[in-house]
């Protein structure tokens, strides 16, 4: 099956060259088995280092594969015993944000996340992945109920910001996501975020001041859709790539920046290639954060999530 984007063109014509080599052998009764070893263990180390080296604006269009794993999908994964919880007790159930109580690795969590839809009935439900004021409400609520009962909390973010229509605005979108950056900071139980795809903006930043921010490999965290700030500076769509390079989205750039703590990797050519797998290896890495933070007092993990925002970015006086 053709690969879905351009850029993954090179890949594809390596691939029918082989193919086409193998078929021109067996017509022709020739014995290639020893040069299409070769190429085929060639192959998938050329493969690593052509999606090690993909630009922003490339990185960004992965992070949004429709076959990409979702939030919901590495609760099932991930997690077991996963029990939903609903409604944010104000005014309705988001059906964007989820989150509920599971067990991982036998221990009680409370683990939260945005939820995208696989087709357009489903994705219309979800708003595409952008959550409502009562989406950030219920997630407040659960992560209260979890610092009262002591669960750790682990949220999964993908979302390309939060909702921007009428009703989330008369229901106060801004104060929603502010009032859960505060009280985040808070909460006495370890807090591990994780982007999995989209992390945008404050539709991201409602549910991922944590004391450790994980990114997939091919996930991206910005201030704004490469798109939106192609259409602001440069007016024009055509910017997306220029966009994506000058935000500093990757997660290479976060890591430098002191934004992530750590990328987890994915199979080759992006999670959806292999979603047990890419579930495995967040699961680990969400594992080894969580040991090192379940040492700390709830007011060392306070402390430990203040300093680690106070540090971000520079400023001079």
Sequence with gaps: MPSMFEFEQPLDDLKERIATLRQFGKKHDLDLTFGLSELNSVFPKLKRKFFDSLTPWENVQLARHPQRPYPQDYFGLIFEDFMELHGDRRFADDRTLVGGFARLDRQPVLVLGTRKGRNIEENIERNFGSALPEGYRKALRLMKLADKAGRPIITFIDTPGAFPGIGAEERHIGEAIAV???????????????????????????IACGNRVLMQEYSYYSVITPEGCAAILWRTSEAVAQAAEALHLTPKDLMTLGVADEIVKEPTGGAHQAPKEAAQLLKRAIAKHL??????????????????????GSFVE
């Design 180 to 206: 859960n950056l505060r009280e985040m900071f808070r909460l006495t139980v370890p807090v591990i975020c994780v982007v999995t795809g989209e992390g945008g903006s404050g539709g991201a930043l409602g």
């Design 291 to 312: 040991a090192e933070l379940k040492t700390m007092s709830g007011e060392e993990l306070k402390a430990d999530r203040y300093e680690r925002f106070r540090k971000l």
